[in-house]
C-alpha cells in the first residue's frame, strides 16, 4: 500500500488532519485504526432501546473558537445545548460548578449579590502560595469544607490520586462561581451536533483521497505501506515501545442501563461527589441530545487502572517522562504527534480540533 500520509488513529485529531489533507492537499491518507469504528472517544451509536449513547462516556461540544465551530459546522447542523450537572450529597443535588445557589443551599444562606458570595468565599478560603497542585487550587479559592465535599472523593475515585497528587490544571478546569449560573459552561458556542458525532466523522471521511483500515493496530501493518508523513495520535510511549517506561492514564469502564421510565435523573449527568459509590458520575443520554423516549438509558462511570488509556495522568513525574518521548519523536523527520494521546495532554474536544487545524496549517506551508 502506498500514500502520502499515513495517519495512526480515526479520532478528532486523526479525522481532521485526513480531511483537510485530502480535501485541501488532494493528497492521499490511509488512516489506520484499531478499533472497530471511527470517531475515537467521541464515537456515539443508538442502542439497542434507540437511545443515541456515547460509547466513551458524556461528550459536549463547547468552544469559544469560531474557527472550530465553523469547521465542525461544514459536517453537521447543531441543536441547542447547554450542559448542567448536578453533585449529589446524601439525597440533595447541589449546582457543579460551585455558585451561589450551592452554598445558599448547603450552608442555608441567603446570600443575595456577587458581592456577598465573594465575601463568603474570602473568609473561608486558605491562602495557598505558589499553586502547586489540584489542592492548593481549589482550597485557595472555596476553603478545606468545600474542596472536602465537592472535590477530594470525586477526584480520589477518578484518578486513584489524592489532589495534592495532581497538577492544578485538573481541577483547575472547574470554576467557582459568585453567580447563580448553573452551566458546566460558559463558552460561546455550545451545542450539540443533531445526528450524533459519528455521523460527522462519517462526512469527514468520506473522501476519495482517504481509506480506512480498521480494527487494526498501525504497528502490524506499518511495514507494508509506504509512506511521506506519519501523523500519530495513538499513546506516545507506545509508540516507542515504552523504552523509558510507562506513562498512566486513567481507563474507565462504562456501565450502561436502560429503564422503563421518561426520566432517571434530574439533569444529564449528577456528579457523585461523595466516597460511599465506587462509580463517579452518572449519565442519562437522552438529556443531552434531547431525545423523546418512553425509555432511559444511563450509563456509570467506573474509573480503572487497566485498559484503554482514556485520560493522561498530568503529574510532574508523567510530564517528565513525556518530555523525554517528545524529545525523541522532534528528532524524527517525517513524524507529526497531535491529539491528547500523542500529545499527552488533558485536550477537550474543540482543543484537538483546534490543534489539528493549526498542524495543518504549518504542514501545508511545508514549515513542518
Ligand atoms: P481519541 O479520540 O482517543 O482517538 C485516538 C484514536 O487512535 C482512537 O480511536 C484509538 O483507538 C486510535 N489508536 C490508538 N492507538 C492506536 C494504534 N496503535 N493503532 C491504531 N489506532 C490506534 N471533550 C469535550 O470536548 N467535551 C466532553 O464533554 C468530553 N467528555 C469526555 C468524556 C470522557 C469519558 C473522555 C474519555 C473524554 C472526553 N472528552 C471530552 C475528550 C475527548 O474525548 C478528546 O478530547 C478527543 O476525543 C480526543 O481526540 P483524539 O483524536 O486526540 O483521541
Ligand atoms: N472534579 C471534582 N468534582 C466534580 C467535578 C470535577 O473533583 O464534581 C475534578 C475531578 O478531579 C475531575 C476534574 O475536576 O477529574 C475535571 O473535571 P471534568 O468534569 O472536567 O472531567 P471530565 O469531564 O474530563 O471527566
Known amino acids: 500500500m502506498k500514500c502520502d500520509y499515513l495517519i495512526v488513529g480515526a479520532g478528532f485529531a486523526g479525522s481532521v488532519l485526513a480531511e483537510r489533507i485530502a480535501s485541501q492537499l488532494n493528497k492521499k491518507v490511509i488512516i489506520v485504526e484499531k478499533r472497530k469504528h471511527i470517531a475515537g472517544n467521541a464515537y456515539d451509536e443508538y442502542d439497542e432501546y434507540g437511545i443515541l449513547v456515547h460509547r466513551y462516556g458524556p461528550h459536549i461540544f463547547h468552544t469559544n473558537s469560531k474557527e472550530v465551530f465553523d469547521y465542525l459546522s461544514q459536517f453537521t447542523e447543531w441543536i441547542p445545548y447547554e450542559h448542567k450537572v448536578l453533585a449529589k450529597i446524601g439525597d440533595e443535588y447541589y449546582p457543579i460548578p460551585i455558585n451561589r445557589i450551592t452554598l445558599n443551599k448547603l450552608y442555608n444562606l441567603d446570600l443575595k449579590t456577587d458581592e456577598e458570595v ?3 468565599y474570602e473568609k473561608v478560603r486558605e491562602r495557598r502560595y505558589p499553586i502547586k497542585n489540584s489542592e492548593d487550587i481549589i482550597v485557595n479559592q472555596v476553603g478545606l469544607d468545600l474542596f472536602e465535599k465537592f472535590f477530594r472523593h470525586y477526584t480520589k475515585k477518578q484518578w486513584n490520586l489524592e489532589p495534592r497528587e495532581l497538577s492544578p490544571s485538573v ?3 472547574i470554576p467557582v462561581r459568585t453567580n447563580d449560573d448553573c452551566r458546566y459552561f460558559t463558552d460561546k458556542y455550545q451545542f450539540m451536533p443533531k445526528e450524533g458525532y459519528t455521523k460527522i466523522f462519517e462526512k469527514m471521511l468520506s473522501h476519495k483521497n482517504i481509506e480506512i483500515v480498521l480494527n487494526t493496530d498501525y504497528k502490524k501493518v506499518v511495514n507494508e505501506i509506504k509512506y511521506d ?10 509508540f516507542f515501545d515504552y523504552k523509558y517506561g510507562r506513562l498512566s492514564y486513567r481507563s474507565i469502564n462504562f456501565i450502561y442501563k436502560n429503564f422503563k421510565v421518561e426520566s432517571y435523573q434530574p439533569v444529564s449527568v449528577v456528579n457523585y461527589v461523595e466516597p460511599g459509590t465506587d462509580f463517579t458520575r452518572v449519565t442519562e443520554y437522552k ?10 438509558t444511563v450509563s456509570f462511570e467506573y474509573s ?3 485498559g484503554d488509556p482514556y485520560y493522561p495522568i498530568i503529574t510532574d513525574s508523567n510530564m517528565e517522562l513525556f518530555k523525554k518521548y517528545n524529545q525523541e519523536a522532534n528528532k524524527i523527520d517525517n ?12 485536550y477537550d474536544m474543540h482543543h484537538v480540533i483546534a490543534r489539528s487545524l493549526k498542524i495543518f496549517e504549518l504542514l501545508s506551508k511545508n514549515l513542518i
Do not use: H, N, W
Not at 501523523?231 to 510511549?237: F, H, L, R, S, V
Not at 507529526?336 to 495532554?345: D, Q, T
Open 118 to 120: 465573594a465575601a463568603f
Open 335 to 346: 513524524l507529526i504527534l497531535c491529539g491528547r494521546l500523542a500529545e499527552f495532554k488533558y
Open 287 to 296: 438529556k443531552i441530545t434531547s431525545q423523546d423516549s418512553d425509555f432511559t
Open 304 to 306: 480503572v487502572k487497566d
Open 171 to 173: 481541577c483547575g478546569r
Open 229 to 238: 508523513k506519519m501523523i500519530y495520535t495513538g499513546p506516545i510511549d507506545y
